[in-house]
């Protein structure tokens, strides 16, 4: 008999999302990533969870419609990960007729389900915060509601769910070949020791690694996909309004300007066709060059090269030729030939429809194992157990239990955590009782927690991809934090 019934190389949203959902379908499952959960592209996502306004375009009803729906699914189950956000187009006299707009946001208010999200408008600029930061060329835009998410988080948060369901979940554990008899036999080093496992059925889930995996590793014929390098940059905060805003830029580009975490704004993306080592990826200056100039078309602030205080690349993998459904709803193929062990493959596709790309792919499964029915919709994930309009009650909610907290403390630990911070900061009284401090705001109480309880090894995973507290840590904390994740 085989270790497990499912095997998952690639710790990316793709992969902890299959595994969430066979794990809570009763399946023995163990997750293999070689690297940090999370740190490949699904670290360097726009971050946004949407029913996307170019499908729209596209007249893509029933697409958009599906989005929505998973979006509401989010904002349910992921209510600490996932904001709601109003986005807002400014309207310039060159682009799409306004009336042509708005009328394409009403159809989108329609398609979306959530009652709960406020409605499209238009709003007169000139006379209202959202226009502060903007230049006086513009005199319209239109507002519509859709969400981010914290996209590291929420595949910590999935691999947390999955492992908690029973999945192995295995961090720095590369698998280097797999033989496929009547059962899958792996070979992995697992932070450096040689491990074999044996698997009923593979998934290969390894992003941009996909052909290489699958010639090298599992020697089968590679899938057709495309890579391309997505390139965002974060600089200092530009605007105090809460809006993500949407421009056309005059290339016909889509460019994003989020705020980001509390003092920080990510303007994206860019993107080139990749050829290359997957593990190596840049922005380039062209690149850097690029988004600045777009940002300071429509921004009053000019925003220049020097300004950026970080880049975020990551790897799209879409099926090749691409087509804007494969970007959208990303590729699964199941390959059960009699006598041999199955294998899955799935890549590409945004954030806002994983879980149910997952749970399309375990259900393929179904004529293998006999297994429990489709969960995931309506299961909240570790910490999101409470309603979303109640975000803002919850921060109070820590305030006062944790009176040391400033409002800032409070809103990114419960974001980050939910109702988990308990299991952090217990019944500490004060910041010395959470152990040493690194930079403004990490404890070594929270350090530990990601330690013990997601997966963290180094500082990178705690700066990175459990928070982005590296935005401002000093670089002496940053050594401090090293030397006591080295001996925690
Ligand atoms: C820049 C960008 C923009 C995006 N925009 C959006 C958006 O606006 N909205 C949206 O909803 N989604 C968006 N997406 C898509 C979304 O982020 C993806 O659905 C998600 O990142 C899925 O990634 P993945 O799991 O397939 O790959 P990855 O996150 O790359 O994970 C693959 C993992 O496999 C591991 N691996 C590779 N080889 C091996 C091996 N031999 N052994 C063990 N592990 C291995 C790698 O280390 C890696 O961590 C965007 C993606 C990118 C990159």
Redesign the pocket.
């Known amino acids: 008999m085989a270790d497990y019934d499912l095997a998952i190389?690639?710790?990316?949203?793709?992969?902890?999302?299959l595994a969430r959902d066979a794990a809570g379908r009763g399946l023995r499952v163990i997750l293999?990533?070689?690297?940090?959960?999370?740190?490949?592209?699904?670290?360097?996502?726009?971050?946004?969870?949407?029913g996307?306004l170019d499908m729209l375009e596209r007249a893509a009803l029933l697409r958009v419609r599906g989005?929505l729906t998973e979006r509401d699914i989010w904002l349910r189950t992921a209510p600490h990960l996932v904001r709601p956000m109003r986005f807002a187009i400014p309207a310039l006299s060159d682009e799409q007729p306004p009336w042509l707009l708005r009328a394409w946001l009403l159809l989108y208010d329609r398609l979306g389900c959530s009652r709960r999200l406020p409605a499209s408008v238009t709003l007169d600029v000139t006379h209202h915060p959202t226009g502060n930061a903007l230049k006086r060329s513009f005199g319209t835009a239109f507002e519509y509601s859709d969400c981010v998410?914290d996209?590291s988080r929420l595949?910590i948060a999935v691999a947390v769910d999955a492992a908690e369901r029973g999945a192995d979940i295995r961090t720095g554990?590369?698998?280097?070949r797999a033989d496929r008899l009547d059962i899958w036999r792996l070979a992995?080093i697992d932070r450096g020791q040689r491990r074999v496992i044996t698997a009923r059925t593979l998934a290969n889930?390894?992003?941009?690694?996909?052909a290489?995996?699958a010639e090298t590793?599992l020697r089968v014929p590679p899938p057709d996909l495309g890579v391309?390098?997505?390139?965002?940059i974060i600089v200092r905060r530009l605007f105090d309004s809460g809006n993500v805003y949407v421009f056309q830029n005059t290339d016909r580009r889509r460019i994003?300007v989020s705020p980001y975490e509390r003092d920080f704004t990510l303007i994206?993306?860019v993107?080139q066709p990749f050829k290359g080592d997957?593990?190596v990826v840049t922005t380039t200056a062209a690149d850097i060059a690029y988004l600045c100039d777009a940002a300071s078309r429509y921004f009053r602030e000019r925003v220049q090269p020097s300004d950026v205080i970080k880049t975020?690349?990551?790897?799209?993998?879409v099926a090749g030729p691409a087509s804007p459904r494969a970007a959208r709803e990303?590729v699964v193929t199941f390959d059960a030939s009699p006598r041999a062990a199955p294998l899955l493959t799935?890549?590409?596709?945004?954030?806002?429809?994983?879980r149910r790309?997952a749970e399309r792919a375990v259900s393929r499964l179904t004529q293998f194992y006999p297994m429990s029915r489709r969960w995931t919709a309506k299961a909240p994930l570790p910490g999101g157990n409470f309603a979303w309009t109640r975000l803002d009650a919850e921060v109070d909610r820590a305030r006062a239990r944790w009176r040391f907290l400033t409002e800032p403390n409070a809103q990114r630990l419960v974001a980050a955590y939910g109702m988990r911070l308990e299991a952090i900061l217990g019944n500490a009284g004060s910041p010395a009782d959470l152990g040493p401090g690194f930079g403004p705001e990490l404890s070594g109480a929270e350090v530990r927690y990601l330690m013990k309880r997601e997966w963290a090894r180094f500082p990178d995973d705690v700066l990175w991809r459990r928070s982005k507290l590296g935005l401002t840590m000093p670089p002496q904390d940053r050594e401090a934090l090293a030397a006591f994740m080295a001996t925690a």
């Open positions: 190389i690639g710790g990316g949203l793709n992969g902890v999302s293999l990533e070689q690297g940090d959960l999370g740190a490949g592209a699904s670290s360097a996502s726009p971050r946004l969870i949407h996307d989005a998410v996209d595949v554990a590369r698998c280097v992995v889930a390894s992003g941009a690694w996909t290489s995996v590793v391309t390098n997505v390139s965002q994003f994206g993306s993107r997957p593990a975020v690349s990551g790897l799209e993998t990303g799935v890549f590409g596709g945004d954030a806002t429809t994983s790309r």
